[in-house]
């Protein structure tokens, strides 16, 4: 009867924070102040009776009300102003689980591993490797536990990865998936990526917590969003680290009026541009400085189809034979035979036939290897020896590649290899980010190719996982992505499949999932 | 790229109308001075920067212009390259993104 007015508070506070994640407009600030209100009032109403209890001498029981219901009001602020700076992982992992009612163990987990990243140790991230196994099948939680663990070792690249991977995963913890987004959202900050993060506050990608909040605010305005100077001082005054976050303000100005490019001083001309008269010097020092400029520069699309049309313009310019077919006469080379006839301008007939392959060969093979590294597709051609001969080696090459991961992964069903679920769902990301840099840099006609591959390994892995291994939200985040490259490919066979796959109900902790 | 950097006229330092005679001098001048541990002729100008000169490599350039059809090739990239560069200054540390410290970052 006297726990009736805590519980009602408890649950309008939970209802505000859980209103709070729906909304980005003036709700949020309205849900957000109900929410502190309900902690404050839970807080002191609780703290005025435990006072009362150490009066009377009760101090246990005092003690035990405060651990009980104090605690967990203030559990936002005790781990970000304690117990991550103490890099109290246990502690962390008991406080967080004292707060959620549904599958406490996640945020428990998540919060223990933030804590584990403010002051890493070998002993802390043993304790969280093993909580994390022990739980199955793979979620949210134990994705993210890993982000942050990664990001603990300064791997921040595979900490973002994993983070923005939680999109494809089925079960949610809202307060797991806000502090995911809150990292991503300071790592932006930090890597100066305010772009990504304002199509992230667009999208609402994320639950948003007060710092995540802030910050989106700040780069939906550097990027020319919606929000008022008034909005970002309230949205300042909500969140935490106020004294940190003030130079944010004065840096979200409004972009001001588009500047004109610059044109870009190229050592190399331009090919596009006829030259008045070509002769025998004027395409190879092109092609070779656009070579040049490629292999010492930043590699870009434009940049490589600049290079590959400068390469076809120059083994195609009549002068540069006639001048090879000369040299090739004063020099004397054999074409390997002893009777090898001689071309009309009597030099050797292959020999220039024959350089010039070799130079395709070369610069085909060092454009290729570029293209590779930097992601780039074929640029489009008009059938010249260098473009030609680049599109076959792009092609090949990374179909190779990716069918031979698909078939290493899709291996491990027969060998009965067994891998902790998290390594899974790493192996599937990289897999998957693989397929997606080949098929941007190919295009449709490869993404045609490699479907097929990746369609037969992926339903064999989806079932072998969803079936053997029980892993429903790895499965379901395998078969949702096969049937939107069907969609995207149209093999209606595989649309058939993959469509009854995708709408499986997925068990998670949260519930069932209908897809 | 190695038709390039390795150029046996590049790492000769000739130019690619040199004649058989003046190769053969310049490379053996060179395994001289190489053998005598000369900072000189440690390395040689390329269009991709300068590169260290071996024994080796002074070798093979001089027995790859022995060869009529390889050094049509070696003349035809080295006809047409841009002249050495030299070697670019160390770039400046660039600063870190602007380091706002709100979530762990060790």
Not at chain 1, 319 to 326: D, F, G, N
Not at chain 1, 328 to 344: C, K, R, Y
Not at chain 1, 487 to 512: F, H, K, Q, W, Y
Not at chain 2, 57 to 78: G, T
Request: aromatic content about 6%.
């Amino acid at each position: 009867m006297y726990a009736l007015p805590y519980l009602i508070f408890m649950r309008i506070h939970r209802a505000a924070l859980d209103a709070r994640r729906r909304d980005r407009t003036w709700r949020y600030f309205a849900w957000s102040v109900v929410a502190g209100t309900t902690a404050a009032l839970l807080v002191a109403v609780t703290l005025a009776l435990a006072a009362t209890f150490v009066r009377v001498g009760w101090w246990p029981l005092a003690l035990a009300i405060v651990v009980l219901f104090v605690v967990p009001a203030l559990q936002p602020i005790v781990q970000r102003r304690v117990l991550v700076r103490l890099g109290a992982v246990r502690a962390a992992y008991w406080i967080g689980r004292s707060v959620a009612i549904r599958d406490s163990e996640a945020l428990g987990l998540v919060c223990a591993a933030w804590a584990h990243a403010g002051r890493p140790t070998p002993a802390g991230e043993a304790w969280l490797a093993a909580r994390r196994d022990r739980r199955a099948p793979l979620g949210d939680a134990e994705i993210t536990a890993t982000a942050l663990v990664a990001a603990a070792r300064c791997d921040h690249a595979t900490a973002r990865d994993l983070l923005r991977s939680l999109e494809r995963v089925v079960e949610v913890h809202p307060a797991v998936r806000e502090l995911a987004g809150e990292w991503l959202a300071c790592d932006c900050v930090a890597r100066g990526a305010w772009d990504e993060l304002a199509a992230d506050a667009r999208a609402a990608r994320w639950p948003a917590t007060s710092l995540a909040y802030l910050l989106e605010g700040v780069a939906l305005r550097r990027t020319g969003g919606d929000v008022s100077r008034a909005d970002l001082i309230a949205r300042w005054l909500l969140a935490p680290h106020r004294r940190a976050t003030y130079a944010l303000l004065a840096i979200a100005a409004p972009p001001g009026p588009p500047v004109p490019p610059v044109p870009i001083e190229s050592t190399a001309e331009p090919v596009e541009v006829e030259d008045p008269a070509p002769g025998e010097r004027a395409s190879w020092p092109r092609a070779i400085a656009s070579h040049l400029e490629l292999v010492t520069g930043t590699a870009s699309s434009r940049s490589l189809a600049h290079a590959v049309r400068a390469w076809d313009a120059a083994l195609g310019d009549d002068a540069i034979r006639t001048w090879l077919a000369r040299r090739a006469l004063e020099l004397g080379v054999d074409d390997g035979a002893s009777s090898t006839p001689l071309d009309d301008t009597g030099a050797p007939l292959g020999a220039v036939d024959r350089a010039l392959r070799a130079v395709a060969r070369a610069a085909a093979d060092e454009l290729a290897r570029i293209a590779d590294a930097a992601a780039l597709g074929a640029p489009l051609t008009t059938g010249g020896p260098v473009g030609d001969a680049l599109a076959r080696q792009l092609r090949h090459g990374r179909l190779d590649s990716l069918e031979a991961g698909f078939t290493r992964w899709a291996e491990r069903r027969s060998t009965g290899e067994v891998r902790a679920p998290i390594d899974e769902w790493r192996e599937w990301c990289a897999l998957r980010a693989a397929y997606d840099a080949a098929i941007a840099a190919g295009g449709l006609e490869l993404r045609r190719l490699a479907f097929p591959h990746a369609y037969t390994t992926g339903t064999q892995m989806a079932a072998w996982l969803w079936n053997t291994r029980k892993e429903y939200a790895l499965s379901h985040a395998i078969s949702s992505w096969l049937l939107a490259e069907a969609l995207a490919v149209g093999d209606s066979e595989a649309i058939d499949v993959c469509t009854r796959n995708a709408r499986l109900a997925v068990p998670t902790r949260m519930g069932t999932v209908k897809p | 790229m190695r038709q390039l950097a390795e150029n046996p006229f590049f790492v000769l330092g000739l130019s690619p109308d040199a004649s058989r005679l003046e190769l053969e001098r310049e490379a053996q001048k060179l395994l001289g001075m190489l053998e005598l541990g000369f900072a000189a002729a440690k390395t040689y100008q390329t269009p991709l920067g300068p590169r260290p000169r071996t024994a080796e490599l002074v070798r093979a350039a001089v027995a790859a212009l022995r060869d009529p059809y390889q050094r049509l090739l070696a003349e035809l990239w080295a006809r047409h390259a841009p002249p050495p560069r030299e070697a670019a200054p160390a770039p400046e540390p660039t600063s870190a993104a602007p380091g706002l410290s709100l979530w762990p970052r060790p």
